[in-house]
């Protein structure tokens, strides 16, 4: 088997390019069995990493803002979505992660994310912290209860000093809202 040069690029959505954003798409749609449009749609609006084969996408990670309401503020997030490499070259996900970590580092008070089952090792391993609280969303009727994600919601903490057991309280989008 010919292995071209694996490379990482990191760029915002605006500056992908469609190609490469079709890419991402599909890749993303290859790896997950139940993503959706939406989720396809919270990946959009930030920055992404991209690790190449060559010409061919072989892992994606998201970093888009998100308010995150904690202790009556309205934290700013570098919300971690679309994360994903292909089955048959795993490995690049570290990568991925490194990427996506100096932009929540650099730019945000703390970092999120919405975890599947069997990534939690994966993130737990790169130092992102279960919350213990509960969690909710703030949707057009109020804040409602998000019972359902509680033991899905990973953060890293930044600048903002963090009571995991508190309550965290995610903005309002279409789809999964977490
Ligand atoms: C989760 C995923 C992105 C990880 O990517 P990857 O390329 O397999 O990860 P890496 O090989 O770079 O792993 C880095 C380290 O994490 C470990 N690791 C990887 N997946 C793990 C898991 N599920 N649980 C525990 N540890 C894990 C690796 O063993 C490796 O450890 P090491 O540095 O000590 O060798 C990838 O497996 C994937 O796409 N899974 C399916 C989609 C998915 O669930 N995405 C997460 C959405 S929230």
Redo the contacts with the bound molecule.
Sequence with gaps: MMLGMTSLRTAHTADLGAPALAAARGLLFS??DDMTDEDWEHALGGMHSLAWDGAELI?HASVIQRRLVYQGRALRAGYVEA???RADR??????LMAAAERIIRGAYDLGA????E?????YA?RGWQPWQGPTSALTPSGIQRTAEDDDAIYVLPVSVPLDLAGELTCDWRGGDVW
């Design positions: 790896v997950f892992g994360v994903g490499v795993r490995g690049r996900g570290a990568a994310l919405g975890t599947t069997k990534a939690r090792g994966f391993a």
